[in-house]
């Protein structure tokens, strides 16, 4: 069974750090990765999806990169703003189209 | 527009009652999904539904039964509802099953039984 782990499980930064996020999974037969953005009272939303023969994904100031070997992904997100304040969550795909879900990085962005 | 709309946002109830929760996707979505989400804030598939036929279901008890009239839309009912279904839950769509498939998930149901 996939188990998915987010590392840290909360943090805080100061505006304009760059913000580290690490996602790791110990079955490597998966068919994709996504990082996902959620917000309080919100549903989730796609930020990024790495296919399972790709290294990394870009999208503006975000970067998401897989080691499929290693089971892990990391999600940068560079010079943070208050704006990208919000849970991130992690989820891998596997070959019976499930998705297994992080129970997600929460962030907060300090002015 | 909303791509993924469920109603209702909240939803309190007390024990033993029977509820519907909606959802409607206008993406065009074949394959639409129910997550729940429990207070851990682990999200967990329910079912899976690609051109209105089941694909997924995972153990659920069958207190809860998906019902999809047609490929824009997926509810979920819920009979004898127990204070362990209080979660929020969520309707999601791709296009299909897929390496490159990407969700798209509706804002959440909050069901609260008490």
């Known amino acids: 069974k996939q188990e998915v782990t987010q590392i840290p499980a909360a943090l805080s930064v100061p505006e304009g750090e760059n913000l580290v996020l690490n996602c790791s999974f110990t079955d490597s037969a998966i068919y994709n990765l996504q990082w996902f953005r959620q917000d309080p009272g919100k549903g989730l939303t796609s930020l990024l999806l790495i296919q399972s023969s790709q290294r990394e994904q870009t999208s503006g100031r975000l970067n998401a990169s897989l080691d499929k070997s290693s089971g892990r992904s990391t999600l940068y997100i560079a010079a943070s703003q208050p704006g990208d304040s919000a849970t991130y969550l992690c989820a891998v795909k596997d070959g019976n189209n499930r998705l297994a879900f992080g129970k997600g990085n929460q962030v907060v962005v300090i002015p | 527009d909303t791509a993924v709309s469920q109603t209702p946002k909240y939803l309190v109830t007390q024990m033993g009652n029977d509820k519907s929760i909606k959802c409607e996707q206008n993406l065009g979505h074949d394959t639409m999904y129910w997550y729940k989400q429990d207070s851990k804030k682990f999200l967990k598939i329910m079912f899976s539904y690609n051109n209105k036929e089941l694909i997924i279901n995972e153990t659920v008890p069958n207190r809860f039964s998906p019902k999809s009239p047609d490929k824009a839309h997926l509810n979920l009912h819920i009979n004898s509802l127990e204070l362990g279904d209080s979660a929020v839950y969520f309707c999601?769509?791709?296009?299909?099953?897929?390496?490159?498939?990407?969700?798209?998930f509706g804002s959440g149901t909050q069901l609260s039984v008490l």
């Open positions: 999601a769509s791709s296009q299909e099953p897929g390496a490159v498939e990407k969700l798209f």
